[in-house]
């Protein structure tokens, strides 16, 4: 995936606050944002958040990385809804398994008691032992039974994202597995309205956009946007490098009981 485009004309500018027109033009945008940064602050993928749910159709394409999100709650996981399904044939066997156990439990319990004083007395018989030993054991099944019951999972989660998002894993995320299929996302693009795009080294955070020395290239030359966002497509849908996948990333935001 690799792409010229010559004889573009296009702003450029060089120094601090970059990033600052990217952002007025995505708060100012009516149709379509697409961004594609490896790095992501949390407060300005709440501005996509926003955009999102104004109507304006939102694409993300990042490595995951987030800054600030300590004092933030990692908002680009907000991105990801959680769906419970409830399996009720497994609900009314675990209640059916639970209350068996427990009447096991109770009603062998008690008549293992009862039979204490025969297997105490002087005059016990073999007989009275093997009773006893039976009557215990069944108590002790229903123990297990409810304790079975207990750890029956009657539920599943699936994941699903509020707009598309890729999330590659570079050689740098620290699995060793697939190092062969990772991609290291480097590029920093910006398309909004499809008229509008920005290039350059400005990263998807505050720091990037308002702080850092950055270089920043604004175009609306249509016809080279239309072929940025033919890349941003090709890596948007792209299933050849690796990727966390929603399921992982929906895991790791919710603690899934």
Not at 21 to 46: F, H, N, T
Request: hydrophobic share 40%; aromatic share 12%; with cysteine.
């Amino acid at each position: 995936m690799s792409k010229t485009i010559n004889n573009v004309i296009g702003d450029i500018y060089i120094g601090k606050e970059s990033g600052k027109m990217i952002l007025e033009d995505i708060r100012k945008a009516k149709k379509s944002v697409r961004v594609m940064s490896p790095y992501l602050s949390a407060g300005l993928v709440e501005m996509l958040l926003n955009r999102f749910t104004s109507g304006v159709h939102v694409e993300l394409v990042t490595s995951g990385y987030v800054e600030d999100y300590a004092h933030e709650r990692k908002n680009c996981y907000h991105i990801i809804r959680q769906h419970k399904h409830v399996d009720e044939t497994l609900r009314n066997r675990k209640q059916l398994l639970q209350w068996t156990g427990v009447v096991m439990m109770i009603l062998f319990g008690l008549l293992t008691i009862t039979k204490l004083e025969n297997v105490f007395s002087r005059s016990a018989e073999i007989s009275d032992f093997i009773e006893f030993g039976i009557l215990a054991g069944l108590m002790l099944l229903g123990q297990f039974i409810r304790k079975y019951a207990l750890g029956i999972r009657f539920w599943q989660y699936s994941y699903s994202s509020l707009f598309p998002v890729k999330i590659f894993r570079s050689h740098f995320s620290g699995n060793k597995n697939n190092t062969s299929r990772s991609f290291n996302l480097h590029s920093k693009l910006y398309i909004i309205d499809d008229c509008i795009a920005y290039l350059g080294s400005v990263n998807f955070t505050r720091s990037g956009c308002l702080f850092n020395h950055e270089t920043r290239v604004r175009i609306t030359d249509l016809q080279a946007i239309r072929q940025l966002r033919q890349e941003f497509s090709e890596l948007l849908w792209n299933e050849e490098y690796d990727h966390t996948s929603l399921e992982e990333w929906g895991k790791e935001l919710y603690e899934a009981d």
